[in-house]
């Protein structure tokens, strides 16, 4: 069976920090392009971030230029997303997507 997870749900302060990973098993993460995608609250689903299988070419949307950084470690399987400077609107379920198959979410709350 073919399963991402994404430990690091968290509840942060605005203009806090945290990392979401996203894990696979039953297929080798580290030959994919592995994209991150959340959904806030009452909202359709918004693209994140994006990492190509070598780990060289990395993609953000505009608004998570400069404040979200994507990573992967092919050696442990694993891709990260780490999160800066979060707002109040970062609020959202984060899901990564790798070979056609999403992760299950996690939810991730900014707040004062």
């Known amino acids: 069976e073919v399963q991402l997870v994404e430990p690091g749900a968290g509840f942060v302060l605005p203009g806090g920090v945290l990392t979401l990973s996203c894990a696979a098993s039953?297929?080798?993460?580290?030959?994919?392009?592995v994209t991150w995608a959340r959904q806030a609250p009452g909202k359709g689903f918004e693209w994140v971030s994006a990492i190509n299988s070598g780990g060289g070419s990395t993609y953000y949307a505009d608004s998570m230029k400069g404040r979200f950084t994507i990573s992967r470690d092919n050696d442990k399987n694993i891709v990260y997303l780490h999160m800066y400077s979060l707002k109040p609107e970062d609020t959202a379920v984060y899901y990564c997507?790798?070979?056609?198959?999403w992760g299950q979410g996690t939810q991730v709350t900014v707040s004062s």
């Open positions: 997507v790798a070979a056609k198959t």
């Open positions: 039953g297929f080798t993460l580290s030959i994919s392009t």
